[in-house]
């Protein structure tokens, strides 16, 4: 199994609302805010800052003994208790708002703070170090009675508070004798109350967080995990497109010391199976339609060629570049801004659009169900996947001085032809069915024949190469062969013997642009656990997947990727491909709902979550009980 375990350079929760997303360190410190939206400008830039006391909002108590941050249960809100060498104490209360007002969704670019004594005559400092352009200090501060503005960038932010704003200006320390807020955002005057704004919106959006969990159908087993990943899932959650990013940070290495820094503040059409699995079995079907949403729209712009990755706005993806001001996360950089993935063939994407739009085919829940039009719209995309299957491509993994025909990519070519055939028997289209599933049936035969290796004892990651690559663990799930293909079985042992670094699995051991690879790509390993559950192995499934909860920061998030050597968390945070694969690993594992007072008592019935998450196990309620089996056409 996994080596020692190091506690988590990436300790940190993530709070937000659809718009805007901050995370903070486990003592209450914001050390990242991208603005206006999720993919903007960082006002808080710490977490990439290496040792520059820059980009940050904090609270220092004075002979703070301890800090101790966690999230209220069920909720994106995190409270953080510091206590003083005196007894003082201070809670404070982080959020984004959100929640339903005038009968649409008020989501503003806006974080706020609340600081409120707890015991004690606690003396406290507020600081407010904002950045603008990627890591430069402001260039004019400015305040009025009761706000404080700040400039430097194309978007001023205002900070509204009614504490003394010459405190936070000058850093002045001071007794906190009432509870005091911060309102931080665009520059725009709030004309009533601070404290009763803040307090309503704290109840409202308390309201909403509840809400919406209450609605999800979760897994009888690993309740509070699969409620905080979709949580995680939501907060990457750009609303005004639907775009979902790939996680909310940019440029953490992958692994120490590894120039493996990407932008991951965009969306990933290859995350669209995943993502939409996951929220088709959690019952969250808003979010889902508003992500179907998104791909539709991608998929009306015919006369453009399919990128691999958008921009939460689809025409606004930029240029990679280097952002110079910020030395990078613990001083490892570059720190980049846009992904270079983006302008990459990848063919993986014509599959892995139709893949998510076939939900809206057979999802009834759904207001504008697929027709004969989008199928023709589709069609358009499963023509380039006929013709571009044999074609070199860059892959799954991106891989920036190669291009193999990669067995992933060929792969979801066949899965865009054959959904397409499964589509139109739905419509009754019977010769269009016809023509699709012979266009399959030719690209799988190609596939069995160039990808399987009888010396590997494996299907491999390009067609006529030797070397392993994990996300063959995919065919199974996606169809093209059945679990009990002996080929498969032998490929699930070949990769699970070869790739497995102290119980983690590599994506792949052989070197790269960057040279070879050290750390797991926890997606990865998900596959590899329900591959494993598809063949039978159960008990070894849930081993590591028991096994990998445990490598959760301390507020129930995952990365990208996970160090077999350390047990420490790398890549950006948090990571969507990481949070979908946690929920559908689990709905695959857990144990029935009807078997919940039935049977052996197992231990993790009882066993409590991390103490950091407030969530406990509550007694389930069958009411509740959601309903099996998925509705996605795999």
């Given amino acids: 199994m996994a080596g020692s375990k190091k506690r988590s350079s990436l300790n940190v929760a993530a709070i937000g609302n659809g718009r805007v997303a901050a995370l903070l360190d486990d003592g209450g410190r914001l050390i990242w805010w991208c603005f206006p939206r999720l993919d903007g400008d960082p006002i808080f830039s710490r977490l990439l800052a290496g040792d520059e006391e820059k980009g940050f909002c904090d609270v220092v108590l004075d002979g703070q003994i301890s800090a101790t941050s966690s999230y209220v249960r069920n909720t994106g809100i995190v409270e953080t208790i510091l206590v003083a060498a005196n007894g003082s104490s201070v809670k404070i209360t982080d959020f984004a708002p959100r929640f339903l007002r005038y009968d649409r969704s008020f989501h503003p670019a806006q974080l706020i703070r609340r600081i409120e004594p707890i ?37 001023p932010i205002r900070v509204t508070t009614d504490l003394a704003v010459s405190y936070i200006v000058h850093e002045t320390p001071f007794a906190l004798t009432r509870p005091v ?9 709030i004309e009533s109350s601070v404290d009763a704004l803040s307090r309503e919106f704290l109840d409202r959006t308390r309201e909403f967080w509840v809400a919406w969990v209450r609605g999800l159908a979760v897994s009888y087993e690993w309740q509070p995990d699969v409620i905080r990943a979709a949580i995680s899932l939501k907060l990457c959650t750009f609303e005004e497109t639907g775009a979902i990013t790939a996680a909310l940070t940019t440029s953490i290495p992958e692994a120490p010391n590894t120039p493996r820094t990407w932008d991951y503040r965009q969306c990933w059409l290859r995350d669209a199976y995943f993502v939409i699995r996951a ?16 791909i539709t729209t991608i998929i009306a712009d015919a006369e453009s060629p399919l990128r691999p990755v958008y921009g939460i706005v689809h025409n606004d993806t930029s240029d990679e570049q280097i952002a110079p001001d910020l030395q990078g996360f613990l001083g490892m950089g570059p720190v980049r801004v846009g992904n270079l993935a983006s302008q990459q063939m990848q063919h993986d994407a014509y599959g892995s659009v139709i893949l998510g739009a076939a939900q809206m085919f057979v999802d009834r829940r759904l207001p504008r169900m697929g027709d004969a039009s989008l199928f023709r719209d589709l069609e358009q995309l499963g023509q380039q996947a006929r013709r571009l299957y044999l074609e070199p491509d860059a892959g799954i993994w991106e891989y920036r001085g190669r291009q193999r025909i990669h067995t992933h990519s060929a792969t979801m070519c066949w899965v865009a ?12 289209l ?45 065919l199974a799930e996606l169809g093209l062969v059945s679990p009990d293909d002996p080929r498969f079985v032998k490929t699930c042992d070949t990769i699970g013997g070869e790739l497995m670094r102290n119980g983690l699995l590599l994506r792949y051991a052989a070197e790269d642009d960057f040279g070879l690879p050290e750390s797991a790509f926890l997606a990865c390993q998900f596959w590899y656990i329900d591959g494993l559950a598809s063949i039978g192995r159960t008990d070894q499934a849930r081993e590591l997947f028991t096994e990998l909860l445990s490598h959760r920061n301390a507020f129930g998030m995952l990365s990208e990727d996970l160090h077999p050597a350390t047990g420490e968390l790398w890549g950006n945070i948090p990571q969507t491909y990481s949070m979908a694969g946690l929920i559908n690993s689990a709905m695959t594992l857990s144990r029935r709902w009807e078997d919940a007072w039935s049977g052996p008592i197992m231990p993790g019935d009882v066993k409590r979550t991390k103490p950091q998450e407030e969530a406990s196990i509550d007694a389930p309620e069958p009411e509740h009980a959601p309903p099996r089996g998925s509705l996605n056409l795999n």
């Fill in 279 to 294: 929220l088709n079995r959690l019952g969250a079907t808003q979010s889902m339609e508003h992500y179907l949403g998104y």
């Fill in 430 to 474: 019977t010769e269009r069915a016809a023509y699709w599933a012979q266009s399959a049936e030719r690209i799988r035969a190609e596939i069995l024949t160039r990808a399987w290796s009888e010396k590997r004892g494996a299907f491999t990651g390009a067609f006529d190469h030797g070397e392993l690559d994990a996300s063959v663990l995919l």
């Fill in 181 to 189: 807020t911060l309102v931080m955002g665009s520059d725009e005057p």
């Fill in 119 to 155: 015991s004690g005559l606690p003396r406290i400092v507020c600081r407010f170090r904002p950045t603008f352009n990627y890591g430069r200090e402001a260039t004019n501060v400015s305040q009025g009675s009761n706000h404080i503005r700040y400039t430097g960038g194309s978007t």
């Fill in 417 to 428: 032809c054959d959904r397409l055939a499964r589509i139109a028997v739905l419509l009754g």
